[in-house]
Nanobody, 121 residues
Framework: QVQLVTSGGGLVQPGGSLRLSCAAS????????VGWFRQVPGKEREGISC???????NYADSLKGRFTISRDNAQNTVYLQMNSLTPEDTAEYYC???????????????WGQGTQVTVSA
């Protein structure tokens, strides 16, 4: 079964950290860009980070350097390290396999299921 399995969400206090994982099965991510997105109820899903097949990464300006995306091709997994979390980071987080090898917006081929991140005292 071809799928992306997202994990690592949870409840964290403001200022805390979480690492999300996006593990692929049934396909290899090595030749594809992978993006992370988040969505809060009533708002559109927003792209927050993307990593190309070559490891080139980009981030939404709003993240201000708090998040780091990385990939481990041997594990067929992409990670999102999130630091200095604030309540505004509370959302459902999704990963997605892009249709191309870079983050130029070639479209999403496959979505992972969401993982909830809640930042609260």
């Amino acid at each position: 079964q071809v799928q992306l399995v997202t994990s690592g969400g949870g409840l964290v206090q403001p200022g805390g950290s979480l690492r999300l994982s996006c593990a692929a099965s049934g396909l290899s991510l090595v030749d594809y860009a992978v993006g992370w997105f988040r969505q809060v109820p009533g708002k559109e899903r927003e792209g927050i980070s993307c990593i190309g097949a070559d490891g080139d990464a980009n981030y939404a300006d709003s993240l201000k350097g708090r998040f780091t995306i990385s990939r481990d091709n041997a594990q067929n997994t992409v990670y999102l390290q999130m630091n200095s979390l604030t309540p505004e980071d509370t959302a459902e987080y999704y990963c997605a396999q892009e249709g191309g090898s870079d983050c130029s917006g070639s479209g999403i081929d496959l979505w992972g299921q969401g993982t909830q991140v809640t930042v609260s005292a």
